[in-house]
């Protein structure tokens, strides 16, 4: 069984561009989630999309968005880049229960200069 | 909110000998419990989880945590280590209560096995 796939693994922007993410998860799950992780704040849930739908969200600004396509795959998408926002973005999929396993994803590295 | 302190940003420690990492997570009426592990340039992978019932908790590579909630803490213990548990170790806890899947981590645990 394939795992998480995240494209791309690494990219480079400028401050001020926008970026877009993104995720696909393991067949047959429908939950996936994200997370920003830095040497500053570690690990930080950003969002989670079951079914095309925003199901939770994480305590970040507006510049921070994402959607879920029928396939369940993801895109996370950051507008107005600031250099804070250089990070480890992980995708995470799951079937969708509180109580079932969260598949990690390689992540993406972005490093804003 | 949940919050989740893991006490020991590094852990060095020799081959063989037992470690534990520790964790310690702010109360609530009831919660879920992970133990992850990331190795260089890679995503996170369950070690193990506690959702109910035992509190003493066996996950994989020989690892396992104990469930403690008078002291709200859920420390991880491996008998005998290797070289190759060098990684980071992440505690993370959700609230069932809500349903959310949101993990909330600690900020890290960083395991040196020297030969």
């Known amino acids: 069984k394939a795992g998480v796939t995240q494209t791309p693994r690494y990219l480079i922007k400028t401050r001020g561009q926008q970026v877009t993410l993104s995720c696909s998860p393991i067949s047959g799950h429908r939950s996936v989630s994200w997370y920003q992780q830095t040497p500053g704040q570690g690990l930080q849930f950003l969002f989670e999309?079951?079914?095309?739908?925003?199901?939770n969200k994480g305590n970040f600004p507006g510049r921070f968005s994402g959607r879920q396509f029928s396939n369940s795959r993801s895109e996370m998408n950051v507008s107005t880049l600031e250099l804070g926002d250089s990070a480890l973005y992980l995708c995470?999929?799951?079937?969708?229960?509180?109580?079932?396993?969260?598949?990690f994803g390689p992540g993406t590295r972005l490093t804003v200069t | 909110a949940q919050s989740v302190t893991q006490l020991d940003s590094q852990v060095p420690v020799f081959e063989e000998a037992p470690v534990e990492l520790r964790c310690n997570y702010s109360s609530s009426v009831s919660v879920y419990l992970f133990w992850y592990v990331q190795y260089p340039n890679q995503g996170l992978q369950l070690l193990l989880k506690y959702l109910s019932g035992s509190t003493l908790v066996k996950g994989i590579n020989g690892f396992e945590a104990e469930f403690n909630k008078s002291q709200t803490s859920f420390h991880l213990r491996k008998p005998s280590v290797h070289i190759s548990d060098t990684a980071e170790y992440f505690c993370?806890?959700?609230?069932?209560?809500?349903?959310?899947?949101?993990?909330?981590f600690g900020s890290g645990t960083r395991l040196q096995v020297q030969p």
């Open positions: 999309y079951f079914s095309e739908t925003q199901r």
């Open positions: 993370a806890v959700s609230d069932p209560d809500t349903g959310r899947r949101a993990l909330t």
């Open positions: 995470a999929s799951s079937l969708g229960t509180a109580t079932d396993e969260q598949y």
